[in-house]
């Protein structure tokens, strides 16, 4: 789906529909009613026509486009993006949004059953249990493309992690040029990690969870570092979010 520009208002010759009902959410709770869903849509925002609406592990966001009619979405599961969609017709919207809340599909099943669904590569990873192999080859492709010259470039930190076990199975991400690790593959990640960020002349600060610095060193004494200081029985990351892990530690 090419990109489109979101509306920062509601245009009645294009949403005549939205209008009326004072708005997206509201137009979207009243299609879901019409066709007998459970699920209610509200407007967690304010700044733009927006509608969320969730059910369990599972939520679609829904804007309208300026240009044109048309409704775009998002679908997520376990904190992670699996596709994204658009149409004209709400009730088509709403329609896609119940069957993936309610329904819990899978990828192969929404595709089937709305041409409209486009799932992503990240999507196609989970579903196959590969979420961390995935993001660990996306980290290293997308920072080698940004070149390791850059002197504040993670990439060398990002290559020597990517080689040890204890690191390798947690879930890779990037803030800004700072390293991460997290012990669950959805959004909201984990903070319960070290972490570190390159400083220049090849050499790293590490910092503990709390953002206390631990250290600085090279490539592989920064390693050594952030090992040394993962979390207690810090085993492979899990799918869902922080909260979802904090919930089953409640639970046992």
């Not at 137009?27 to 700044?47: D, H, Y």
């Not at 890779?172 to 040029?177: G, H, Q």
Request: glycine share 8%; proline share 6%.
């Amino acid at each position: 789906m090419t990109y489109q520009e979101l509306t920062k208002q509601i245009d009645d010759a294009l949403y005549p529909d939205v209008s009326a009902a004072g708005g997206l959410a509201n137009a979207l709770g009243q299609a879901l009613a019409a066709m007998g869903s459970p699920l209610e849509a509200s407007a967690t925002i304010s700044f733009i026509p927006f509608a969320r609406v969730e059910g369990g592990s599972r939520f679609c966001q829904t804007y309208i486009v300026k240009e044109e009619r048309l409704f775009t979405f998002d679908f997520w599961t376990d904190g992670v993006t699996y596709g994204k969609g658009a149409c004209r017709d709400l009730n088509d919207a709403a329609q896609a949004i119940h069957f993936w809340i309610i329904e819990e599909p899978d990828i192969a099943a929404m595709k089937n059953r709305f041409s409209f669904f486009t799932p992503s590569e990240k999507a196609l990873a989970h579903e196959a249990g590969k979420a961390v192999e995935y993001q660990w080859d996306e980290l290293l492709t997308r920072w080698a493309k940004q070149g390791a010259s850059d002197a504040l470039s993670p990439l060398p930190l990002i290559q020597a992690a990517s080689k040890h076990p204890e690191l390798r199975q947690l879930f890779p991400f990037t803030s800004l040029y700072s390293l991460h690790f997290s012990r669950t593959t959805g959004y909201p990640f984990t903070t319960d990690c070290p972490f570190a960020n390159p400083i220049g002349d090849g050499r790293f600060r590490v910092h503990s969870a709390s953002r206390d610095v631990i250290g600085e060193g090279n490539v592989d004494e920064v390693i050594g570092m952030l090992k040394s200081n993962l979390p207690l029985n810090c085993g492979p990351a899990v799918n869902g979010t922080a909260e979802n892990l904090l919930d089953a530690s409640d639970s046992k």
